[in-house]
């Protein structure tokens, strides 16, 4: 092979192997990732079987209802719009009533949002930046700033 | 007192840093030997006033001084003595006093232990060396000073975040800061290359230790991050792709990349142009990390608390010098020759292979965790890419990396034969296929996808441990000759053979640990079992229990196997009083390689409680393979080659050797 010939090889080979993982980042993008809704964005809409949302808001006071085979109901609010949840699994340690809360999962055509994952926020300083936000828009944020 | 001496040294040191940003480059590009001179005692004293700095910050912990602001808001005078220690760096403040130490120390080593690097490369190494520093000691003193007072000072602390309460937290920072620092000095290395225009091989051996230490450690505090957060956390994941996660992730693609590339440019001169620009990105992941981290624009399990200053400052920094060493790059690298030819099939295209799979997965890494981010600041939804972006785009990239790594070591330099290497790996591929069909066999067909990435892990500890016993040429020698020899290798080969096994290992275990588990949520009361794998747990109730500043609600279960009893475990529900925060302690046991994971949830009122429980088979290997990585990399970077100085080019000034 001559110099130039070596040369394009490496370069058909390098672009060949980018072109692959672009092609998978932007099918992946496409297809992957999970929009952040609150309890207003998802009330009263339709929702495609199966399309993935994360839900964020408050878990709603007195709401909060524990059966056997560690399955676990409660309510996520927005103080506007609230949507049920159902969630079977362990519950993170700091998921109380009245706190923020992420979930994720499918809404499902009984009108309940079945939750695969449930995440609360870590520290007493910390609330989930989606909620905190989507709470701000609502005009019911009392945290600070 | 002694709060105050910290805070004074601390600034002794940056303005130490401002002398050393500026004198030693100046000396090394005007040639002027007195100004070079001045880098490697500065670099000591740096990193003596910086230690003073973090024992007066660990003083105050040890003691519990109550008068500085960064101690009420981190400690509790109840806190067992070594969380006080570790507390130092479990807050904003001091763990960016561990940065910069770690920071300064690498100066500091490198002026010990660089005697046989040429003064102008040193001097202007040091020098980039200490305007990292100065950036970083300026971030601390004005946005982030840990020696802050408090008056009046208040009788208790607020006690730190029960969840850094463990001793991953005296283990995982340290070393990851070690890692990520660490390619601070391969940066300075590159930037001070470029600044003399001058590479060649003798620079990719000088800056090859410093990479390979950099990098041994990042693995390290990745792994044990890694353990830490699936004992602590109690939900059995050792990975969750989380940004933070993923931000000491890219520099390890990148360093890798780079030790792979250093090779070839030491070995044949080729490759230079990428191996320096792999140096600064390396580093500038590194600062990419340090910015997701600390100025709070992501949620993570590891942001600390949100300050827009601290984010607008390191930002600044990250601009600075990302863009001024890619500005520099752009400049000086062209006046870089070209180094030496080689065929496609051969061991530098395999390497060339290695740092394109690399390089390119650490975009797609990079670009599913800054992506949510961009969207974000245009404006557009809120979204989150989770773990299933990543396996779809970083797992189909790792795979035929995998492929190749065996035929990598077995290739010549210049030009290859595939047919010669793929005849040495007969007997590799043979043990991957047995093991694919095993694996098929044992778990069922519609299995295949783990029974195949079983066989790609052992097929690549396999390749590598073909490599290195054909090095000894068993069948030529003899035994015993061979053994000799074997023992004699050098360690850099040693070194590749580790590293390379080391993957395979993890592969295995991350294989068989996400494919074959078994999880169960279930509801259970005193006196119930459930059954995961070939295991029966049964529950023997709760108890409560006091620690120094902590309630646990612990339970007790028998573990059984075929009916007979082999092993117990005490998983807890804690409460830590201080700052009435709950903690998940899970019970693990661990059965060869693989473990048995029990964690409590809700505890009902009729002494019943909601459990998980995991058969994680083979999980260990996850983090074993980890350690037998860095171990590679420690015998590499004990190979006499590296230690013993590189042939000069003779224009140069000779150097005394050590």
């Known amino acids: 092979m001559t110099r130039k010939q070596r040369r394009l090889s490496?370069?058909?080979?390098?672009?060949?192997?980018?072109?692959?993982?672009?092609?998978?980042?932007?099918?992946?993008l496409n297809d992957q990732i999970v929009f952040f809704q609150s309890p207003s964005d998802i009330v009263g809409k339709a929702h495609p079987d199966g399309?993935?949302?994360?839900?964020?808001?408050?878990?709603?006071?007195?709401?909060?209802?524990?059966?056997?085979?560690?399955?676990?109901?409660?309510?996520?609010?927005?103080?506007?719009?609230?949507?049920?949840?159902?969630?079977?699994?362990?519950?993170?340690?700091?998921?109380?009533?009245?706190?923020?809360?992420?979930?994720?999962g499918v809404m499902k055509p009984d009108g309940w949002f079945h939750a695969d994952s449930v995440l609360a926020k870590h520290d007493e300083n910390y609330m989930p930046k989606e909620v905190a936000e989507a709470l701000k828009g609502k005009g019911v944020w009392q945290g600070e700033e | 007192m002694i709060v105050e001496i910290g805070h004074y040294a601390l600034i002794l040191a940056l303005i130490l840093s401002l002398v050393q940003s500026v004198l030693p480059v100046w000396g090394a590009v005007t040639g002027n030997d007195r100004m070079m001179a001045?880098?490697?005692?500065?670099?000591?004293?740096?990193?003596?006033?910086?230690?003073?700095s973090f024992a007066a910050l660990t003083m105050a912990y040890a003691t519990s001084d109550f008068s500085v602001l960064n101690v009420v808001e981190n400690s509790h005078s109840a806190k067992p003595f070594l969380y006080k220690l570790t507390g130092v760096w479990g807050n904003h403040e001091g763990s960016m006093l561990l940065w910069v130490l770690i920071l300064v120390l690498f100066g500091a080593l490198v002026a010990a232990f660089g005697r046989n690097i040429p003064a102008e490369l040193r001097a202007a190494t040091l020098g980039v060396q200490g305007m990292v520093s100065f950036a970083f000691l300026l971030f601390l003193l004005v946005t982030s000073n840990p020696f802050l007072r408090l008056s009046p000072a208040p009788m208790e602390g607020n006690d730190l975040n029960p969840i850094l309460q463990d001793v991953g937290l005296a283990i995982h920072p340290p070393l990851l800061y070690v890692g990520y620092v660490g390619f601070s000095i391969t940066?300075?290395?590159?930037?001070?290359?470029?600044?003399?225009?001058?590479?060649?091989?003798?620079?990719?051996?000088?800056?090859?230790?410093?990479t390979l230490l950099a990098w041994m450690f990042l693995t390290l505090g990745i792994a044990m991050g890694s353990y830490?957060?699936?004992?602590?956390?109690?939900?059995?994941?050792?990975?969750?792709?989380?940004?933070?996660?993923?931000?000491?992730?890219?520099p390890w693609l990148a360093g890798t990349a780079l030790l792979h590339s250093a090779i070839v440019m030491e070995k044949r001169g080729a490759l230079k142009v990428w191996t320096v620009l792999l140096a600064i990105l390396a580093f500038s992941l590194?600062?990419?990390g340090t910015f997701l981290v600390r100025s709070g624009v992501l949620t993570s399990v590891h942001a600390f608390a949100t300050d827009p200053m601290r984010g607008t400052f390191i930002l600044g920094i990250l601009t600075i010098f990302v863009g001024g060493s890619l500005a520099l790059y752009a400049w000086r690298a062209p006046l870089l020759k070209q180094g030496g030819l080689f065929a496609p099939v051969s061991r530098e295209g395999a390497l060339v292979l290695n740092n394109l799979l690399l390089t390119v997965s650490a975009v797609a890494v990079f670009v599913g965790t800054l992506y949510p981010l961009a969207l974000e600041v245009v404006g557009g939804e809120k979204i989150s890419v989770g773990p299933p972006f990543f396996n779809l785009t970083f797992g189909p990239l790792m795979v035929p990396l995998l492929i190749a790594m065996p035929f990598g070591p077995l290739l010549a330099w210049k030009r290859g034969d595939l047919y010669a290497v793929s005849q040495r790996l007969y007997a590799a591929l043979g043990l991957a296929l047995a093991a694919t069909l095993l694996v098929a066999w044992l778990q069922g067909v519609d299995r295949i996808l783990a029974a195949l990435g079983f066989g790609l892990g052992i097929w690549v500890i396999a390749g590598a441990a073909a490599e290195i016993l054909s090095r000894a040429r068993f069948s030529q020698v003899g035994l015993s000759t061979g053994l000799r020899r074997l023992v004699g290798l050098p360690g850099a080969a040693w070194g590749t053979a580790l590293g390379h096994i080391g993957i395979g290992v993890t592969v295995l275990g991350l294989v068989a640990a996400t494919a074959f588990q078994v999880e169960?949520?279930?509801?259970?009361?005193?006196?119930?079992?459930?059954?995961?794998?070939?295991?029966?747990?049964?529950?023997?109730?709760?108890?409560?229990?006091?620690?120094?500043?902590y309630i646990d609600d612990v339970g007790h279960f028998d573990i059984l196997k075929g009916g007979v009893k082999v092993a117990e475990t005490d998983p807890a529900k804690r409460l830590y009083t201080a700052r009435k925060m709950p903690t998940t302690e899970a019970g693990i046991v661990t059965f060869g390689f693989s473990q048995v994971y029990v964690s409590i949830g809700e505890v009902h009122g009729d002494g019943g409680a909601d459990i998980r429980v995991y058969h994680k088979p083979l999980v260990t290997l996850i983090w074993l393979g980890c350690l037998v990585m860095a171990f590679g990399g420690a015998l590499s970077l004990f190979d006499r080659r590296l230690r013993v100085g590189a042939p000069k080019p003779a224009r140069q000034r000779m150097v005394p050797a050590e």
Do not use: C, H
């Open chain 2, 286 to 288: 590194s600062l990419l």
């Open chain 2, 187 to 210: 940066f300075s290395f590159a930037a001070a290359a470029l600044i003399l225009g001058r590479v060649d091989a003798a620079w990719a051996r000088w800056v090859r230790p410093w």
């Open chain 2, 520 to 549: 169960k949520v279930v509801t259970i009361r005193p006196g119930e079992s459930v059954t995961v794998a070939d295991y029966t747990l049964t529950f023997g109730g709760l108890a409560r229990r006091t620690g120094p500043n």
């Open chain 1, 10 to 28: 490496m370069i058909a080979a390098a672009g060949g192997v980018l072109a692959v993982a672009v092609g998978l980042i932007l099918f992946a």
């Open chain 2, 228 to 250: 830490w957060a699936y004992y602590e956390l109690g939900w059995g994941g050792y990975w969750f792709w989380d940004p933070v996660e993923n931000a000491s992730l890219m």
């Open chain 1, 51 to 104: 399309q993935r949302i994360r839900l964020g808001g408050l878990v709603a006071d007195g709401t909060v209802e524990r059966r056997d085979g560690a399955e676990v109901r409660f309510s996520v609010t927005d103080t506007v719009e609230t949507v049920q949840v159902v969630y079977v699994g362990l519950l993170p340690d700091l998921f109380r009533e009245g706190q923020g809360v992420v979930a994720e």
């Open chain 2, 38 to 52: 001045v880098a490697p005692p500065v670099s000591g004293m740096m990193f003596l006033f910086v230690g003073i």
